[in-house]
T-cell receptor, first 111, second 115 residues
Framework: EDKVVQSPLSLVVHEGDTVTLNCSYE??????LLWYKQEKKAPTFLFML????IEKKSGRLSSILDKKELFSILNITATQTGDSAIYLC???????????FGQGTTLQVKP | SAVISQKPSRDICQRGTSLTIQCQVDSQVTMMFWYRQQPGQSLTLIATANQGSEATYESGFVIDKFPISRPNLTFSTLTVSNMSPEDSSIYLCSVLVWGTDYEQYFGPGTRLTVT
């Protein structure tokens, strides 16, 4: 059965800290791995990763995929209170477009 | 990217009634999806709605309970039928678009509470 597992499930840090969120997966016909940020309702797209070892970066956020070890990490440097959210990892299987989501990591950044 | 709108944004419904949720996209898309997010849970795919064919439902979801329409490439509806409190969730529409690669975007969601 396809599954996506995120860790930790929750995390509390202080502003300025660096955090690393983990996502491991077992999915047949892997196509891509996506990271989303969810604050209130709709998840907001952050990154899509398809190739191993190529870091994607957007401001203080970066992510990388390891297709051999079947995991990805999302790094956030110099965290701010606005980074407080649920971070979701999802894996797309083949060309169906279906996404399998992990449980999410709830990040709280304290002032 | 794609801009997705949903109606209603939230509703409170009585047990046994039905609610139809609308999803509108600002561009033509082939693949559209409906997800559910129950309180404190992650997202679960309900069905894939492709224009010109019947929706494909995931295990645990059936057409009688969640009928879907996809009349064109920019619009879809999801109906939650004969509702019970267990149907209280956020329902999200999602589309797959081709940018530099396939990218998947979500609508703002519909927060449904069944009393």
């Amino acid at each position: 059965e396809d599954k996506v597992v995120q860790s930790p499930l929750s995390l509390v840090v202080h502003e300025g800290d660096t955090v690393t969120l983990n996502c491991s997966y077992e999915v047949t016909n892997f196509r891509s791995l996506l990271w989303y940020k969810q604050e209130k309702k709709a998840p907001t797209f952050l990154f899509m990763l398809t190739s191993s070892g190529i870091e994607k970066k957007s401001g203080r956020l970066s992510s990388i995929l390891d297709k051999k070890e079947l995991f990805s990490i999302l790094n956030i440097t110099a965290t701010q209170t606005g980074d407080s959210a649920i971070y979701l990892c999802a894996v797309g299987s083949s060309n169906t477009g279906k996404l399998i989501f992990g449980q999410g990591t709830t990040l709280q950044v304290k002032p | 990217s794609a801009v997705i709108s949903q109606k209603p944004s939230r509703d409170i419904c009585q047990r046994g009634t039905s609610l139809t949720i609308q999803c509108q996209v600002d561009s033509q898309v082939t693949m559209m999806f409906w997800y559910r997010q129950q309180p404190g849970q992650s997202l679960t795919l309900i069905a894939t709605a492709n224009q010109g064919s019947e929706a494909t439902y995931e295990s645990g979801f059936v057409i009688d309970k969640f009928p879907i329409s996809r009349p064109n490439l920019t619009f879809s509806t999801l109906t939650v039928s004969n509702m019970s409190p267990e149907d209280s969730s956020i329902y999200l529409c999602s589309v797959l678009v081709w940018g530099t690669d396939y990218e998947q975007y979500f609508g703002p969601g519909t927060r449904l509470t069944v009393t």
